[in-house]
C-alpha cells in the first residue's frame, strides 16, 4: 500500500522519545541515481521508457525517490508532443512495486494508491495549483483560468535525446505502518551491517491508442542496511502508532490502502504566532498526519527532530521542514542566510530527489503561502528555486506570479507565450481609458483600485459592499466575481460605492 510516507509518520511521536543526540554522523550512503531500461528496451517508433531510481542504498525506512522518463531514442524529431502524448491514455503513476529477496520467504508488494492528495500526475498538481494561486489574488475560486495545459511545455519538436518525466513517486522502504509486516520482519532479522541487497521491481501498464496494453518491467538492486540502534528504537516507537492509526487492506499480495482519511485541522505549526496545517511544511501531503498531541509546534522541535537522525533520506524529509521553518521564522533582514542555507542543500541533492522538494515549495508556495503573513518571503523562495525547475513548473510558476503580484520578473520558458492574466482582461481598453468617461457603455464602471503592484484600473459593475468585512464585490466583463477591500478604491469609487448602498459617509 504505499503513499509518500516520509516525516510526516516520523514527527508523529517525538514527545514519546527519550535520548540523547550524539554528535558523531555514521557515514552517508551513496546518493547516485541508476537509470533503469523496461524489459521492452525501445518503446514505439523509438521512444525509450527508462526509471530514474535515487537511492539504491538505503537504510531501513528511507524513502526511494522514482521518475518514470519517456527519451526519443531515435534520430527523429517529433514536430508535436501530441504525437507522442495519443499513444499513452494511461501511465502517468508508476503501478505495482515489490521488494524481494533470494534470501528470504515473503515478497512486499503494493500498488501507489489514486488518492486525490497523492496523485503524481503532473497536470492534477498544476491545474490545482494555479486555480488556488490566482483565488489568492482576489478571483473567485468557481472563475476559469488561462492556464496553460499541463503540456504546454511539451507541445514544441521533441528532439533526439530529449527526456520527458512522465511520473513520480516516493516510496518509504517500509512505511512506519508496515514496519512489522512479515517480509520487513524477515529482512530485519537476517539485516548484517553491510545489509541486504533486495531486487527492486516496478511494473507499468499502459493503454495505447490501438486499444492494446503494454507492459512495462523495471527490475534493479537495492541494498537495505540497518538503521543505527538509537535511530531504529525511535522510528519503532513511530511505527506503533502509525499501525495503530492507520492499517492498509489486504487484497492478495498487494496492499492498499483502506480509505481513512487524515485529520484535516491540524493548524498546530507555528510560525510567528501564527498557527498553519503541518501539511504545508512536509514534503509529502500524502502522508498520515502527524496526531495531536505529539506532533512539533514550533522550530525548537524540528531543530529537536532532525539532530535524531543522521543518515538517510528519511533525515533529508525532517531536514527540509526544519530549513523552511528557518526561513520563515527569520526575520526579513535576516532571511536571506537561512533562504541561502536551504537553496544550498536543495541543490547539493540528487535531482530526482531535488525536484520532489522543489515542487513541494511551488505547490505551496502558489496556492496557499500567497495568500498568508508569509507571501513575500514564499515569492521570494519561489524566484530562488525557478531556474532549477522544468518547463511545466516554471510556467506555473510564471503564471502565478503575474496573477498574483500583477508583474512577474521571472522568464518564461523558451518559445511560450503567456496568454492575458485575468487583470489585464479586467482593464478598460485603451480607447475607454482616453475617453475619461467612467461609466463605460456596456454598463460597467471603470474603478481605480490600488493593489499589490501599484494602481490598477478595472471595467466591471459593482454588486455589493459587506459592511462587516469592507469587502467590496465587483462583477466583471466575463462574469466573474471580484472580492476586492473597499480602502483600495480611490476617493471617488468608494464615495460611489457608498452611494450605490444607499450609505452615509
Known sequence: ??????????????????????????????????????????????LKLTL????????????VFLALCLENASDKTFDNFASIEDRLKSGRRLGRISVSCSQLENEYAWSPDADAEARSALAMDL???????????????????????PDASSRKPFQPGEKLQLGKEGVQLPPFEEWNDPFWKELRANLSPEGIVC???????????????????????????????????????????????????????????????????????????????????????????????NNQTALDDWRALDAKFRVGTLRDDVTFTRLLLEYFEADADAAETPKKELIDWLEALPEVQKSFFAEKIVLEGASFFCQTPLAGKSRALLHA???????????????????TYRKTPLTPPEGYVPPPTRWEQRRPTEEEIANGSRT???????????????????????IRLNEKTNEVILKDRFGYMISLDF??????????????HNLEL
Open 1 to 46: 500500500m504505499m503513499k509518500n510516507y516520509c516525516l510526516s509518520a516520523v514527527v508523529a511521536v517525538l514527545l514519546l522519545s527519550a535520548g540523547g543526540f550524539r554528535a558523531d554522523y555514521a557515514q552517508e550512503s551513496s546518493k547516485e541515481t541508476a537509470i533503469v531500461e523496461s524489459d521492452h528496451a525501445v518503446f514505439p517508433d523509438g
Open 52 to 63: 530514474e531510481v535515487c537511492p539504491t542504498e538505503i537504510y531501513m525506512g528511507d524513502v
Open 127 to 149: 491545474d490545482m495549483s494555479l486555480r488556488g494561486g490566482m483565488a489568492a489574488s482576489g478571483m473567485a475560486t468557481s472563475a476559469a483560468t488561462s492556464a496553460p495545459s
Open 199 to 293: 531486487a527492486f521491481q516496478v511494473v507499468q501498464y499502459f493503454d495505447l491508442n490501438t486499444g492494446e496494453q503494454r507492459r512495462e518491467v523495471f527490475t534493479l538492486n537495492i541494498r537495505i542496511k540497518p538503521r543505527p540502534e538509537d535511530e531504529t528504537r525511535f522510528i519503532e516507537r513511530l511505527s506503533d502508532v502509525a499501525s495503530k492509526k492507520r492499517l492498509p487492506d489486504d487484497r492478495g499480495v498487494e496492499k492498499t490502502v483502506n480509505g481513512v482519511s487524515p485529520p484535516q485541522n491540524d493548524d498546530s505549526v507555528v510560525v510567528n504566532g501564527i498557527k498553519y496545517n503541518l501539511s504545508r511544511f512536509v514534503r509529502t501531503t500524502a502522508s498520515i498526519r502527524p496526531f495531536l498531541p
Open 385 to 403: 528555486v525557478y531556474d532549477s525547475l522544468d518547463d511545466k513548473w516554471k510556467i506555473l510558476v510564471y503564471n502565478v506570479d503575474r496573477e
Open 440 to 462: 463605460l457603455k456596456d454598463g460597467c464602471r471603470m474603478w481605480f483600485y490600488q493593489g499589490v503592484a501599484g494602481e490598477e484600473i478595472i471595467a466591471a459593475k459593482v
Open 487 to 500: 480602502a483600495k478604491f480611490s476617493k471617488e469609487d468608494q464615495e460611489f460605492i457608498l452611494e450605490y
